[in-house]
């Protein structure tokens, strides 16, 4: 009836109808928590969805009580038993909250104490007796700062004192001489303590506060609920290993003491006790310092306790330098005492504190230069003179802060525990309680801003190494019958700085039986001198360079030589199977057949090619060549002695021009009908493969006719691709240029990680302005190129099927391996056999 009037009946009726209404009210209830749900909103205003989700809850079950109760439903029961639960928990919680807080002997009491870091430590002192467990949480209420909410902390400290019992009869004035010396009674109070952190809302309230009192302590009125959790327990393992970061310390704390306290009183199982704390800044070890006080003079803590430390964020170097000083300071203190009077310490353990406090005074000096580089335009006579101030007071601020601190080396050289690979139940440093380190920035390698000993060290290393290779090359032409059987040598990882030493033909005639050699060359990126007496300079190198000098070795010494037939020449640090955020498919070098990496770009015959006489075996790996250079070195060497090819992760680039590259057609021409462009890779195979060409395969296709392989074909008979593949170069001063390889199609980043290149981006060395070569793979191939290699030759995309490594590209972030790349076989014709074929 209220359909047939239409949209005014349907309104009529729901305005009458009080069970529609309230089944609207509940679903919309529902609705608006569910959209108010998602972890960002939740984050940002957690509060407000807070205040909003109890508000909405409350709605919902309102309005589907009354909708059931209007409807007759047969929910009504299951409705009403759920409502009771809710009652009766909040009826139970809210009895517990006063139970806890209240007594004849008062209120709990709150004392908020505003500490460095942005945090706030609360101590509740309990009316009532607690049961504590290492492990568990609270819930604060602070009426005056929140009025309708509760959060929850972890509770760091649980302790208990004997207070003066307080009652009507004590109060009273003494009847006797006898009652003026007796003591009042005492009674046990249990105080809680947290470490709340500043974020927004309450805790932000909070620490404003407490920071704004003259005394940073203020006292309000606070109630605590609970304890919750707490539940497991650690008492049974031998080994326990505790993690914190920030605040989270509060969690552990506890759980350190009692594993203590259990192992002195033989209760617990525990042998060996790890705690690792990351911390942003040294400012925020002054959140558990006096809980740690009390830790570090438990009885029996040196048998099982080891605590590292993390300080991620320091300030800035002055205050690692500071805090250096101070342990510094103290170590010669312990060390003093311990020389006059304690007998028992070991050797070793006076030995490793020496050594700890020379490195923090090279650091000091380190950081000395650091700060004195960087402040311009200043006094520095006077800046120094002030700072120097500073420092004393802040390390004799450092060195009141605490005993705890006092049984603290200086270990900064120690890298920490998760990072450093640090087995600490083997490492000899029983007195050690803290290892404080820094993050990258301050004790790590920059690769883009080396220290002063990271500089000498490199130099001092390069000469140990030209000196290690040039007693080895001496020693080989000294002794040419003890390395005659001698018919393969191999060198992988060698740096381009290097390949001088080996750049001696009396080396190479001392192997007269040598058949098989393999060179594969790091590229360098600095060059590390010394300027005069205690300075150290760095310049930056082109990468490429290493490419011309692997070309003059071979050029020289190896190609004369007859004797070597089989040569693999390659590149490592970059490429596709190279590891890193800034090393996956980036960095690839030019191919060394060519003296200037200039000629690759070539599209006439280049000059000074590689000659290779008597090769017969030819591998390149991990490397990049202009097209018509490949194809003009091929033809060269197959008319020589060149039987086997093998590009084993092998790139092309494309041909570059002033005008914008013409858009692929919708419909491209197979290769049946066209001939694929020159410069690409079907191109290159069609001119350098030892099988069918193109032309030869339409005539069989055409007319079933075989056309034999024509008669400049020469040696080669094999032709193996791994994985090869385009790559662009990262040229800049020619940008306005654009090649034929297409655009680069999107595929989904990952932001995690495109946010830790983003940050490690001003750590990294990038290519300077005189680098041209340096090139990245492109993870695509087009759709003419990828029809000609697979339909014509019979070659294969991607890498081989279930190899493992084919996913690791994408932890850097990049398109799965394999993607835009090819692979296969091709051998020349046997008879009346194919030409082409695939790799299995």
């Known amino acids: 009836m209220h359909a047939a009037e239409g949209f005014?009946?349907?309104t009529s009726a729901f305005h009458n109808n009080t069970f529609l209404q309230y089944g609207l009210l509940s679903t919309g209830a529902l609705s608006l928590i569910l959209i108010q749900s998602p972890s960002a909103i939740r984050h940002a205003f957690y509060e407000t969805f807070l205040h909003l989700h109890q508000l909405l809850a409350f709605l919902a079950l309102l309005g589907i009580y009354i909708h059931a109760v209007r409807g007759s439903l047969p929910q009504l029961h299951f409705i009403e038993a759920v409502i009771l639960f809710w009652i009766i928990d909040r009826s139970i919680r809210c009895l517990r909250l006063i139970y806890r807080n209240t007594s004849r002997h008062?209120?709990?009491?709150?004392?908020?104490?505003?500490?460095?870091?942005?945090?706030?430590?609360?101590?509740?002192?309990?009316?009532r007796p607690w049961t504590f467990r290492p492990g568990c949480h609270a819930y604060v209420y602070i009426p005056s700062l929140s009025l309708w909410m509760s959060h929850p902390f972890s509770v760091a400290w649980s302790e208990q004192r004997p207070v003066p019992y307080r009652s009507l009869e004590s109060e009273k004035l003494p009847t006797s001489t006898s009652d003026l010396g007796s003591p009042l009674p005492?009674?046990?109070?249990?105080?809680?303590?947290?470490?709340v952190s500043k974020r927004s809302g309450m805790t932000a309230r909070l620490h404003a506060r407490a920071s704004a009192s003259p005394t940073g302590i203020i006292s309000l009125t606070g109630f605590l609920e609970g304890p919750y959790g707490g539940l497991e327990s650690l008492a049974s393992y031998g080994t326990v290993l505790l993690f914190a970061g920030g605040v989270g310390i509060t969690h552990q704390l506890p759980h350190v003491r009692h594993l203590l306290a259990a192992h002195a009183n033989r209760t617990a199982a525990v042998r060996s006790l790890t705690l690792v704390w990351s911390v942003r800044t040294t400012e925020q070890l002054e959140w558990v310092r006096p809980w740690m006080d009390q830790i570090l003079a438990m009885p029996g803590r040196r048998e099982v306790l080891k605590v590292l430390l993390f300080v991620t964020k320091p300030r800035c170097a002055r205050e690692a330098q500071v805090f250096c000083q101070a342990l510094t300071a103290i170590q010669a203190r312990l060390l003093a005492v311990s020389g006059h009077g304690d007998t028992d310490m070991p050797d070793e353990d006076t030995d490793m504190s020496d050594e700890d406090t020379d490195m923090s005074d090279e650091d000091t000096d380190m950081s000395d230069e650091d700060t004195d580089m960087s402040d311009e335009g200043t006094d520095v006579a006077d800046e120094e003179s002030g700072s120097e101030d500073n420092e004393a007071a802040e390390v004799d601020r450092i060195l009141k802060h605490g005993k705890w601190?006092?049984?603290?080396?200086?270990?900064?050289?120690?890298?920490?525990?998760?990072?450093?690979?640090?087995?600490?139940?083997?490492?000899?440093?029983?007195?050690?309680?803290?290892?404080?380190?820094?993050?990258?920035?301050?004790?790590?390698?920059?690769?883009?801003?080396?220290?002063?000993?990271?500089?000498?060290?490199?130099?001092?290393?390069?000469?140990?190494?030209?000196?290690?290779?040039?007693?080895?090359?001496?020693?080989?032409?000294?002794?040419?019958?003890?390395?005659?059987?001698?018919?393969?040598?191999?060198?992988?990882k060698l740096s381009a700085r290097y390949l001088d030493t080996l750049h001696r033909p009396g080396f190479w005639a001392a192997l007269p039986n040598l058949a098989t050699v393999t060179l594969i060359v790091s590229p360098d990126w600095r060059d590390i001198v010394k300027k005069h007496e205690g300075y150290f300079a760095d310049h930056p190198m082109a990468p490429s360079d290493a490419s011309g000098s692997l070309y003059r070795l071979v050029q020289d010494c190896i190609a004369p030589l007859e004797k070597i037939k089989t040569l693999t020449l390659g590149f490592i640090g970059g490429g596709e199977h190279a590891t890193g955020l800034y090393?996956?498919?980036?960095?690839?070098?030019?191919?060394?057949?060519?003296?200037?990496?200039?000629?690759?770009?070539?599209?006439?015959?280049?000059?000074?090619?590689?000659?290779?006489?008597?090769?017969?075996?030819?591998?390149?790996?991990?490397?990049?060549?202009?097209?018509?250079?490949?194809?003009?070195?091929?033809?060269?060497?197959?008319?020589?002695?060149?039987?086997t090819l093998r590009l084993d992760s092998v790139s092309l680039i494309g041909i570059w021009s002033p005008s914008p590259a013409q858009l692929v057609p919708n419909e491209i021409p197979g290769w049946r009908t066209t001939d694929p462009r020159p410069f690409s890779w079907p191109g290159i195979v069609n001119a350098i493969t030892p099988g069918p060409s193109l032309a030869a395969q339409r005539v069989f296709h055409n007319t079933n006719r075989r056309i034999p392989s024509p008669a400049n074909n020469g040696a080669l008979k094999r032709l193996e691709f791994v994985s090869c593949g385009y790559v662009r170069l990262?040229?800049?001063?020619?940008?306005?240029?654009?090649?034929?390889?297409?655009?680069?199609?999107?595929?989904?980043?990952?932001?995690?990680?495109?946010?830790?290149?983003?940050?490690?981006?001003?750590?990294?060395?990038?290519?300077?302005?005189?680098?041209?070569?340096?090139?990245?793979?492109?993870?695509?191939?087009?759709?003419?190129?990828?029809d000609a290699l697979t339909e014509a030759f019979g070659l294969s995309m991607g890498w081989e099927e279930g190899k493992a490594a084919t996913s690791l590209p994408k932890e850097d972030d990049q398109e799965y391996g394999g993607v835009g790349r090819f692979r296969g076989v091709l051998v020349a014709e046997a008879g009346e056999g194919n030409g082409g074929e695939g790799v299995e």
């Open 583 to 643: 090393a996956r498919n980036q960095h690839v070098l030019p191919g060394p057949i060519l003296a200037d990496p200039l000629y690759h770009m070539a599209v006439t015959n280049p000059l000074e090619t590689l000659q290779l006489p008597f090769v017969e075996h030819l591998t390149f790996t991990n490397c990049w060549f202009g097209p018509y250079a490949l194809r003009y070195f091929v033809n060269e060497m197959r008319q020589a002695s060149l039987h």
């Open 405 to 492: 601190r006092s049984l603290i080396s200086p270990a900064f050289a120690a890298p920490p525990l998760i990072f450093g690979g640090i087995d600490f139940n083997t490492t000899p440093t029983p007195h050690i309680d803290l290892v404080i380190g820094y993050s990258n920035i301050f004790s790590g390698v920059i690769p883009n801003c080396l220290t002063y000993a990271q500089k000498e060290w490199l130099l001092e290393t390069e000469w140990a190494q030209r000196a290690f290779l040039a007693s080895y090359t001496l020693a080989v032409m000294d002794n040419v019958t003890t390395f005659k059987n001698v018919r393969t040598f191999t060198v992988t």
């Open 106 to 127: 008062g209120l709990t009491t709150l004392s908020v104490e505003a500490l460095p870091g942005d945090a706030c430590r609360l101590t509740f002192t309990m009316p």
């Open 730 to 786: 990262m040229l800049r001063s020619v940008r306005g240029l654009v090649d034929d390889l297409g655009v680069e199609p999107w595929w989904p980043h990952n932001h995690q990680l495109a946010r830790r290149k983003r940050w490690l981006g001003s750590l990294m060395m990038v290519p300077g302005r005189e680098e041209k070569w340096l090139a990245r793979i492109l993870s695509y191939m087009r759709y003419d190129d990828r």
């Open 8 to 10: 005014k009946g349907l």
């Open 186 to 195: 005492n009674r046990t109070v249990t105080s809680m303590s947290l470490v």
